[in-house]
């Protein structure tokens, strides 16, 4: 066998154990992804009118907020999403399921892969759910085309990988599950520091530098611009570059501490 095949062999067992763990503690996953749904249901039918007015400067639209937040919310779930990948991580990491793993005639990085690629999985269910409720309350893309389609499931799915690469190596810093959620929380948070909610120009002046140079800005509005037709200009090369820096950047933190970490 081939240390291709070997690798190959062992990613899709450990992602089978990662997806059963999933399916049999829910709880989780099920906690943060209420997050974006009641975040969702909230601005829309609390604050839809007041901010819809505010964007389309004139009389209140809700359909109109729908259309502008659902984007930045379908992002926002995959933020949510992969805290339980780094409260998986530390778990595995504490309970000394690893040290075992480390003593079978199993490939190394197998564990982070499948954790990885069961964590991207997970993020598309929840992406599709969200986008479900979205379109249960008057979400629609009339104008985006199979293409636009295809390349924000791209995007998706790429901003969900880097993420995911990230919320890795937040788990096996961690000590505890819980030090891994708290230290995954700005995953959370930075969506609502962006122009998920609100145009960046209608931000304080000293506020604006936050929300524009940050991650899921550039990738809200290049999904918006392939969803709804709206203009994309620079965001889409500044999303791409976030995606893949944050990939490599975790994916190099996760493997160096996987190498040297002890059991705790």
């Known amino acids: 066998m081939s240390a291709t095949t070997y690798a190959f062999r062992d990613s899709v067992t450990m992602l089978r154990r990662n997806l059963l763990h999933a399916r049999r503690y829910p709880s989780l996953t099920l906690n943060l992804l209420l997050t974006p749904i009641m975040l969702l249901l909230l601005f829309v039918y609390v604050f839809g009118d007041t901010m819809s007015a505010g964007i389309g400067g004139g009389a209140p639209d809700r359909s109109l907020y729908i259309a502008y937040i659902v984007p930045g919310l379908l992002l926002m779930t995959i933020g949510s999403t992969v805290v339980g990948t780094a409260v998986s991580v530390s778990t595995d990491m504490s309970e000394g399921v690893i040290a075992r793993f480390r003593t079978m005639p199993i490939h190394r990085g197998s564990v982070i892969v499948g954790h990885v690629i069961g964590s991207v999985l997970q993020s598309v269910v929840s992406v599709v759910l969200v986008g479900a409720v979205g379109v249960a309350i008057g979400f629609r893309s009339t104008d985006a085309t199979a293409l636009e389609w295809l390349a924000a499931l791209g995007l998706l799915v790429l901003f969900a990988v880097s993420l995911t690469w990230i919320a890795v190596g937040m ?94």
């Open 171 to 264: 788990g096996l810093v961690s000590p505890t599950a819980e030090a891994a959620s708290n230290n995954a929380t700005p995953l959370i948070l930075l969506p609502l520091l962006s122009s998920a909610f609100v145009p960046l120009d209608t931000m304080p002046g000293w506020f604006r530098p936050i929300a524009e140079y940050q991650p899921f800005t550039p990738a809200i509005e290049t999904l918006r611009g392939l969803l709804l037709g709206t203009e994309i200009g620079h965001n889409a090369w500044l999303a791409g570059a976030w995606c893949v820096g944050l990939t490599v950047l975790g994916y190099f933190w996760s493997k160096a501490r996987f190498d040297r970490e002890p059991q705790r």
